[in-house]
């Protein structure tokens, strides 16, 4: 079935620092890739997403690239905050309104 | 505009009882979905509706049901339950149905407790 792997955390980082977290996913056909962020007390916002293979999504400083040969989507940013500090959810959509989602990376920036 | 709306945001119950959770999507969204997030098993898909129908349903027991209304707005019932149902539980809504492209908008959340 399809699934989504992403590398264990927390990550620790200092403010400043480049930002990589992989995530890799198992799918029949080709999904649509997204990432999600989760503030503490809230719920999941659209960090950002791709299509099709090869599309690069990004939004505020962050980028994915969809790499259909390593079925790979990982996120990176070049400078991190320490308002980036949340957790992040890589997801899968095999089709309809369904999201398949990875077990989250726990991202902790110090100043 | 306003975002995705969901009631209660808290609530606690005991072991067979059963709750009701609302959901009411962002004006002109049709479709409606559904997930737990525990922190054992993560982000569950639960099951979506759209136009009144569901037309996806996750690997929950049948314990869990939900329904959608004319309007848009979606409730999810559980009923009988169980410890293990302590969880957030999260609506979101899209504007459409279509393959794989949509951006699904989250609700704040319901967080459930039980005890």
Request: charged share 15%.
């Given at each position: ?10 990550v ?30 809230e ?12 599309d ?11 790499r ?8 990176e ?35 | ?11 606690i119950?005991?072991?067979?009882q ?23 098993q993560?982000l569950q ?7 009144e129908?569901?037309?996806n ?38 504007l459409d149905r ?10 704040a ?7």
């Amino acid at each position: 079935g399809d699934s989504v792997t992403q590398m264990e955390g927390p990550v620790t980082l200092s403010e400043e620092a480049f930002l990589t977290i992989n995530c890799t996913y198992t799918a029949t056909g080709y999904p649509s890739l997204f990432w999600y962020v989760q503030y503490p007390g809230e719920g999941l916002q659209l960090l950002l997403k791709a299509t099709k293979a090869d599309d690069k999504g990004s939004n505020k400083g962050f980028e994915a690239t969809y790499r259909k040969e390593t079925t790979s989507f990982h996120l990176e940013k070049g400078s991190v905050q320490v308002s980036d500090s949340a957790v992040y959810f890589c997801a899968l959509n095999p089709g309809g309104n369904k999201l398949v989602f990875g077990a989250g990376t726990i991202l902790r920036v110090k100043s | 505009k306003a975002g995705v709306t969901q009631t209660p945001r808290y609530l606690i119950k005991t072991r067979g009882q059963q709750v009701t959770l609302s959901c009411s999507p962002i004006s002109g969204h049709r479709s409606v979905s559904w997930y737990q997030q525990t922190p054992g098993q993560g982000l569950q898909f639960l099951f979506e509706y759209f136009s009144e129908t569901q037309r996806n349903k996750g690997n929950f027991p049948g314990r869990f049901s939900g329904r959608q209304f004319s309007n848009s707005r979606s409730e999810m019932n559980v009923s009988t339950l169980e410890l293990g149902d302590s969880a957030l539980y999260l609506c979101a809504s899209s504007l459409d149905r279509g393959f794989g492209a949509n951006v699904l908008t989250f609700g704040a959340g319901s967080r459930l407790t039980v005890l």
